[in-house]
């Protein structure tokens, strides 16, 4: 698909913007594959927006080989989280899929460093991997926060999480 025709499931009405993300929960020796935007103090799981007629599974599998250079096999639902934030002066609603994703050629195993860099459109991405413990997340500043101690705790079944934070 060209970029003139992807369009993002999101929209904006002044500072307030909703969208639809789909999230990755990628995992290697017991550590979680977390990401940020240089310009931003804080660390999300990778993902990003589902673009119009694109399932999320089909979101987060072109997500990865476009920010990762790996194709994916998206696994189980984890969790469905519903966002509604603030920050600043911007307010955000957000619907998000978070999946088990497996990587075919996930980025070196080094919990000690970035293992990761690449370009997506103007943000200028950095990976590294974590340990999933609530100390540990909340030394990178981790969002959404209300995530902290649960994601160590690998649910087998569908969780439905929603937060005013």
């Known amino acids: 698909m060209n970029d003139e025709s992807r369009k993002m499931i999101t929209m904006d ?3 307030t913007r909703f969208q639809f993300r789909a999230a990755a929960l990628i995992w290697s020796n ?4 977390i990401h940020r935007d240089k310009k931003v103090d804080f660390w999300v799981l990778p993902g990003g927006r589902v673009e119009f007629n694109e399932l999320a599974t089909e979101a987060l599998a072109r997500e990865m080989q476009e920010e990762l250079n790996s194709p994916a096999v998206v696994g189980p ?3 469905v989280i519903e ?8 307010t955000l609603h957000e619907i998000g899929l978070y999946f088990d994703v497996e990587l075919q050629s996930p980025p070196a195993f080094d919990e000690n460093k970035v293992v990761h860099t690449c370009q997506d459109g103007g943000a200028n991405l950095e990976y ?3 340990r999933p413990a609530s100390e540990s997340l909340q030394k990178y500043n981790f969002r959404p926060s209300f995530l902290i101690g649960k994601l160590d705790q690998r649910p087998g079944a569908i969780t439905h999480i929603a937060v005013h934070e």
Do not use: E, I, P, Q
């Open 83 to 90: 966002l509604c934030g603030k920050s600043d002066n911007d």
């Open 128 to 130: 590294r991997w974590v």
């Open 77 to 79: 639902l984890r969790y």
């Open 30 to 33: 017991g550590h979680l594959l």
């Open 13 to 15: 009405w002044g500072n």
